[in-house]
């Protein structure tokens, strides 16, 4: 065999053989990226899931940056609002109270650490302003049990349904979960023809983080400042 034609063919051997491991390098690289998207999409699915009435991620959903923040920062509606979710009427047990004083609205579940979390600085709410504001505690896994604390403590029932109905009047955002909560006022704002006493309110979604207590707090104070009674 001539010699040119041995090395052309040596040269051949050694182009598909670097060929097929370039390939197989490819191969293992798009393998990991598929495997990482399909391991990252589990987890997306485990936070949609979470989101329905227990607010917390999974220890490892809260590692990944772009999920975990959504188990931590608080959504926050804008401004005071008449306006309830689909235009339903406000509860006519939270009108009642709101005609003696502002209300603060408290939704939770039992299986909830986010909720667990928050009670100590609605303890710490309560004992600031529960002598001029009452705050309304729901436990929508326990509806016959609502705890009203104010000057004084009370307990009332209503139905799952009801509950349900309640917590949905005063979710603004997209979705839904636990804790929630409304600091609720009653003002004058201008209608047509003049002037009327509305309920207004500003419901927040989330976990309450110690960093963020001055917002519910600066609210409260606006409810309290703003405040006019019928």
Not at 114 to 134: A, I, V
Not at 163 to 168: P, W
Not at 186 to 205: A, I, N, R, S, T
Not at 223 to 230: G, V
């Amino acid at each position: 065999m001539p010699k040119n034609k041995g090395r052309a063919i040596n040269r051949t051997e050694n182009m598909i053989v670097q060929g097929g491991r370039v390939g197989l390098m490819v191969f293992v690289v798009l393998a990991f990226c598929f495997g990482g998207l399909v391991w990252f999409a589990g987890d997306e699915l485990e936070t949609i899931e979470d989101k329905y009435f227990g607010y917390d991620r999974t220890e490892h959903i809260a590692n990944i940056p772009c999920l975990g923040c959504m188990a931590l920062n608080p959504l926050v509606s804008g401004n005071f609002t008449f306006d309830t979710r689909d235009g339903r009427p406000h509860p006519e047990f939270i009108l009642d109270i709101l005609k003696e004083r502002p209300v603060f609205l408290h939704f939770r579940t039992d299986a909830c650490p986010s909720c667990d979390r928050s009670e100590p600085f609605l303890e710490e709410f309560e004992e600031k302003y529960k002598d001029r504001m009452t705050f309304i505690h729901i436990n929508l896994d326990h509806t016959d049990e609502i705890h009203i604390v104010g000057d004084t403590e009370s307990n009332m029932s209503i139905s799952t349904e009801e509950g349900l109905e309640v917590y949905r009047t005063y979710n603004k955002f997209d979705q839904e979960g636990v804790p929630m909560f409304a600091v609720m006022t009653q003002m004058e704002v201008h209608v047509e023809g003049g002037v009327d006493l509305k309920p207004l309110f500003k419901p927040y979604l989330g976990e309450i983080l110690k960093d963020e207590l001055y917002i519910y707090e600066q609210d409260i104070e606006y409810a309290l400042d703003n405040y006019m009674q019928p």
